[in-house]
């Protein structure tokens, strides 16, 4: 049974930073392709990075520059480092994950990879950003 679980979020000013963790547990595969995704008040979920086991990143264009994805396989954990934070980065970010004995190359990329593609989520953490 995969797990994630989220941590990390919190309340911040704007330009300020915060970086969220997600640790897996009970994944089977030899390829992957984890994300982070947020959702606004209002708003529909959308993709904010993802990463592949093939170490590919890929970044929704508001937060290109900003926000950095990584992954430490030992580990099983998967991070979003957020700098220079918005207002507008406001929201609860999920992370998600698909395993699959093979991934071609680029499927894990944003903008392709919608929600619909994960079948693992996490529980969320709230990013609040105050102005």
């Known amino acids: 049974q995969v797990r994630l679980v989220e941590s990390g979020g919190g309340s911040v000013q704007a330009g300020g930073s915060l970086r969220l963790s997600c640790s897996a547990s009970?994944?089977?595969?030899?390829?992957?392709?984890m994300a982070w995704f947020r959702q606004a008040p209002g708003k529909e979920r959308e993709g904010v990075a993802t990463?592949?086991?093939?170490?590919?990143?890929s970044y929704r264009d508001s937060v290109e520059g900003r926000f950095t994805i990584s992954s430490d396989k030992f580990k099983n954990i998967v991070s979003l480092e957020m700098n220079s934070l918005k207002p507008e980065d406001t929201a609860m970010y999920y992370c998600?994950?698909?395993?699959?004995?093979?991934?071609?190359?680029?499927?894990?990329?944003?903008?392709?990879?919608?929600?619909?593609?994960?079948?693992?989520w996490g529980q969320g953490t709230q990013v609040t950003v105050s102005s």
């Open positions: 990463i592949s086991s093939d170490g590919r990143r």
């Open positions: 998600a994950a698909r395993g699959a004995w093979y991934l071609a190359p680029g499927w894990c990329d944003l903008p392709s990879r919608t929600q619909e593609a994960f079948p693992y």
């Open positions: 009970g994944f089977r595969y030899t390829s992957y392709c």
